[in-house]
């Protein structure tokens, strides 16, 4: 469970950097997102709490004043402690110069996890963006000035974490290459209607090793890993674009909409269209109260 409050901006105004989405999230114990992998690059900041957050075979225990960067098409999951949940912000970024800018503040594949010190103006920033909900000239060109201010923090007082907080991915050598070539194969494939079968047999290992080499190196079966992926997309899908509920099932891979809306019932609790509804009506209320309950949420 979380509390989030979430802006979009469906058609972008400028090309070579601009901003797709921000937002603020309290997240229950264990609240988790993911397996995903995501189009855009996406910066999350840790304002208070705790979390987990794996990419590339690595996993990073995060706590307030840490941040961490999701590239686009990388296999991701991330999930907050059960003890001590996260609460954090995010802002996610896109255009044909958005990867350069990433790496003027010191982040890339290689280096996901930062701190920073001002945790503060990172929270003002985005406060401020979620309060200009109208996608009116003015507000376009005011959200493009805040997108660089966000940068412009994080440029000055990026620290590099290395090592603290990061434990790295059990090695199984030749098994540790398999989890990554299924990986690429299902983000490549996943749209196609693959299983369990398709997988293994791309592979070229029997369903019970899939089996055993998922648990071992994700505790998860194949095919819940393959649900929750396809889901996790679609979810995306059904708040960021206008696509009809058929054609978003179809883009993640299922055959039918009967099928889909199974699926997704199974995995979220209500139906594709019932979650679209509800998703942006409660974000919408949220955001037009944005200004008070967030500064609540934050500070209390």
Known sequence: MENSYVLQLQEP??????????????????HCYGPASRPHYIIHF??????????SGQK??????????????????????????WSYLWIG?????????IRDIGLNSEQLIFRSESGEKLKEIVLDILKHTEMTTA??????????DFFSVLARDVVIDSYVGTMKGKEYGKESGYIKEAMAFIRNEYANGIGVNELAQHLNVSRSYLY?????GLNISPRDFLQK???????????????????????????????FARAFKQEIGMTPTQFRK???????????????????????
């Open 93 to 101: 970024v896109g255009g044909s110069k958005a990867g350069r800018y």
């Open 13 to 30: 105004k400028f090309k070579e950097f601009y901003l797709s989405y921000s937002g603020y999230a309290q997240c229950g114990p264990l």
């Open 139 to 148: 507000n376009l060109f005011y959200l493009q000035g805040r997108l660089y």
């Open 46 to 55: 840790v304002l208070k709490g705790k979390g987990m957050y794996q990419a």
């Open 60 to 85: 990073h225990y995060l706590s307030a004043g840490q941040g961490f960067l999701i590239e686009p098409g990388t296999q991701t999951f991330y999930q907050a402690d059960k003890d001590d949940p």
């Open 212 to 216: 055993t080499l998922f648990m071992k």
């Open 229 to 259: 992926y396809r889901i996790t997309r679609a979810r995306e899908l059904l708040v960021l674009t206008e696509l009809s509920v058929e054609a978003v099932g179809t883009s993640c891979g299922y055959g039918t909409a009967e099928r």
């Open 278 to 300: 509800y998703y942006r009506n409660e974000n919408r209320r949220n955001l037009e109260t944005a200004g008070d309950e967030l500064e609540k949420l934050l500070n209390g």
